[in-house]
Every structure is written in structure tokens, then in C-alpha cells.
């Protein structure tokens, strides 16, 4: 026979999720009994209405297919999302590929004009604009991939703890 600490106990554990059958049916069988402690009264009451729900049949494995469902709908996510990280990276290797060639067909297709030389303050000049306008778009380039880094490590987060969740 099971002490009130016994079934506190084993309450304790039950509405934590940790009991086994065998003790969720010793807990059912002690309730069962016509005499249960005062203070266990609100137990015993929610444990006669649980005996009275009938499961329906297949529920179960209605519930096991939606899992199914949802696991494989976040790897079809996951999968989609590298796709996507991939085609991001090679569309931008394509468009540089595309800027050199365009750049290589049209040296070689414009005539060369006669060009005058430069003074060195002008050639420094240039050089500098040149050099500003390569800094300005490399930042713009990299505020893009940090951004995309956040984002990645963002999804990669949250994948996890759904993951966990399952």
C-alpha cells in the first residue's frame, strides 16, 4: 500500500511528464478507491475524468504522420534555404565574370585613342577616385555578406531549437 508521500511523489512526477504507465495505472487504482486523503481530493477528480476519455482509434498514428509531415517540411526549409545561399553565391561570381568580360570586350573593341600622358598629381588623382569608388562598393559588398551571416546564423538558430523541440 502507497503512502500520501508516495502518491505526492509520484505525482510530482507525473506532472512532469516522467511516469511510467505501470505508475500512471497505480495512480489511476489508488484514485479508484472510494477513501483518498482530503488535500488529494482535486487529483482524484481529474484522474476519474481522465479514465472516462476514450483515445480514438488511430490517433496515434495521425499524430506520428503530422510529425512526419512538419520534420519533413523543415528539412525541404533547410534545404531550400541552402539552395538559395548557394544560387546567391554563384549568381555573384557570374555577374563579376560577366563585368570582366564586358570589360575585356570593350578594351579590345574600342580603338585606342592617342592618350596624352598625365601629370603625377593627375595620375594620383585618379588613382585615388579609382581606389575610393573599389572601397565604397567592397563595403557595400561586405555590409551585404554580414548581413546574409546574421541572417544564416539566425535561421541556423532557430532550425536548432526546433529541432530540439521534436
Not at 564586358?102 to 594620383?124: D, I, K, R
Request: glycine share 4%; with cysteine.
Amino acid at each position: 500500500m502507497m503512502t500520501v508521500n508516495d502518491i505526492k511523489s509520484m505525482l510530482d512526477r507525473y506532472y512532469g511528464g516522467y511516469t511510467t504507465e505501470a505508475e500512471e495505472k497505480a495512480l489511476l487504482d489508488y484514485f479508484s478507491q472510494n477513501e483518498v486523503e482530503e488535500e488529494l481530493l482535486p487529483d482524484k477528480e481529474m484522474f476519474m475524468q481522465l479514465a472516462d476519455v476514450k483515445v480514438p482509434d488511430g490517433l496515434e498514428q495521425r499524430l506520428c504522420d503530422m510529425i512526419d509531415e512538419q520534420a519533413a517540411k523543415s528539412r525541404g526549409d533547410v534545404i531550400g534555404r541552402r539552395l538559395r545561399k548557394s544560387l546567391t553565391w554563384v549568381s555573384a561570381a557570374a555577374a563579376c565574370a560577366l563585368i570582366v568580360f564586358g570589360a575585356t570586350t570593350y578594351n579590345n573593341t574600342v580603338p585606342a585613342e592617342p592618350q596624352s600622358e598625365m601629370t603625377p598629381e593627375e595620375a594620383y588623382a585618379h588613382t585615388k577616385m579609382a581606389l575610393t569608388l573599389l572601397s565604397t562598393n567592397l563595403q557595400k559588398g561586405m555590409a551585404g555578406i554580414e548581413t546574409a551571416e546574421k541572417t544564416t546564423c539566425d535561421a541556423t538558430e532557430l532550425l536548432y531549437e526546433e529541432l530540439n523541440k521534436i
